[in-house]
């Protein structure tokens, strides 16, 4: 037996289908101890454009998506023999299914402590996201198809596995070798002097008035950058007239040792050829493309819903600067729930900061060298592995540089765009 929900907003917070009995309930809790999955798709797509109001999800979805569900479970037992409902839900079902692929190889990644944590939130972890003035175009789609699980499983992205430490760095100077990629030569306080930019987190004011910048750069509010995007702002400095300020504090980056990098092919290769395998068989199947979801799962935070009554049980601390044993996320009139201090991240993937700033600089070089006759301008729409123009050279998916790269139809055509979400064929 296990059960599948959907969020709510009306009569409770879940509405839920328990599959051995069929019964539909409204509750404010998920079953606990049980095997319980969230809709992963919606129905109706086509009535919901001719009318607004009608509503995105209906309790008796669950029944048509129960027998999709286990159709896509099938589905994939047959092909590589596991089992999705052997997981407790749609997380676990994602990293069940790495850990199914990689069983003989060794992941041996050290305790992401709290102060390392942190670091890694300040930084913008998200997709590019830019969209032009808001209305109707003729536009270019294309899509970058599976550009995360592509480049985690790749030779040329690397992460660190072991915690590094935090430091204060002084001066970067762009350094540049014919034919190679720029260096970035840094000074930190205590005397070292490194030849290139160590990996890490930096805190650094990046800005530019330059109307094209925003197209190819995810500025972040909290000025904290990894090495690649520090990377990326000096390579274009001059392109975008971008101003580059280090912050001056006692702790303005992070930085981690070179020897405990790996290439992201060393752990995720095989899991990412046998999910390849998987998608052509089952092209269409939803359920398999969730499989690929991994890098985010990776990413988890190992919090606690502690309830009101039970407050008093735990350490929580409301602010950053105060010790405790759990920090206060967010909270409700069911329960808080609170980040462990001791140990923040479930996994300890030091993936998902990395793995965002190395894509968007992917998409942004795509941007900036293959975007037609009239350059950059031509942007409309960017939208992490997606992006849209007003003119575009139809080679652009054939050359074998931008492998991956593909037309995409539902953002080909007239389109009224309103904002990067929200757009309409016309």
Known sequence: MYFLYYKS?????YVVLNSASMEIEYV??????????????SYDKELREKNKDYPLVKPKDLYRYKTDFEASCKKIKEFSNFDVVQSYNNEYVVYGYFLWNTAKIKLDQATIDITESDWMDRTYNAGSQYIGTPGEYKSYGYDYEGMYSHHIASDTFMFPTKGGKEAQLLEIELVKIPKKRSQ??????DG???????????????????????????????HTYTNTCVHFAFAYQKKFDIKIEIVKSEANCYIYNNKYLVKGSSIFKNWHKNHLKLRAKYPKDKLVKHLSMIWGHL????????????????NIVIQKDQKGDYRELQYNDSYCTCLNLAQPSKYNFRIKPFLTSYCRSIMANLIIHNSGPKGIDNVIRVHTDGVVYTNIDPELFKNPKNKGIYPEEKTTGRILWKNVNVYKKI
């Open 9 to 13: 907003c009306e009569k409770s917070n």
């Open 28 to 41: 404010k809790n998920l079953p606990r101890d049980s095997h319980v999955y969230q809709m992963l798709w």
């Open 184 to 189: 970035l030569k840094c000074k930190f306080s």
């Open 192 to 222: 070292t002097v490194s030849e290139d930019l160590p990996f890490g987190f930096y805190n650094i004011l990046i800005s530019s008035n330059n109307k094209n910048m925003p197209k190819c750069f995810s500025f972040c509010k909290e």
């Open 299 to 314: 990413a988890a935070k190992n919090t606690m819903k502690i309830k009101p009554e039970d407050e008093d049980k735990y």
